[in-house]
């Protein structure tokens, strides 16, 4: 018996490793092509007003159009070290409306810091872990754990002109691929 629940369970993953690969980056998305110059400083990028436009597609469903505003600000928090008085540290909150497809409205926010030259770390709602993120040239990418184990990794690649951004972003469960976001993000002027 255990044998067969085996053999149904690696079905299932064969299965699903199929339909992954009809999950792919939508198309219509202008890509961006990776940089060394301008780097991708998420402060400067996020502060203001910017609107982001494309397309989810997910296993087994139709495209779905997404939008996105975004409203970002920086804040000065204390940190809290224990036994010295660390100096404050930035933030930067990013908060956004997200209209997906039919769906009603849903609002969600983003808290980054940075830890290191390039490296940040923080929160968002809806996220079950910390979000970590790295920045390389013109590339931030960003990875956190969504309800039922979900793992999302985005790519946002800057424009040479530091006014728009492509943002590829991969959700999977157990290494397989089951939704791709393909999304442009423009400063608001």
Known sequence: MARHAGLGFAAALAGAGLLSACVSVPQGLAPVAYAEAPRFDPFTFFAGTSEGTGTMSKVGSEPIPVRVTSRGRMETEARREAGW??????VLVLDQ????GDKP????????????PGRYEGTLSGAISPVSGRAEGNRLVLEFTIKDSFKVRQELTLSADGRRAANVMTVSQLGIKVAVLAEDIRKAP
């Open 85 to 90: 008085a660390a100096p404050p540290r930035r």
């Open 97 to 100: 409306i997200v209209h997906e």
């Open 105 to 116: 409205a849903r609002t969600r926010k983003w808290r980054i810091h940075e830890v290191a």
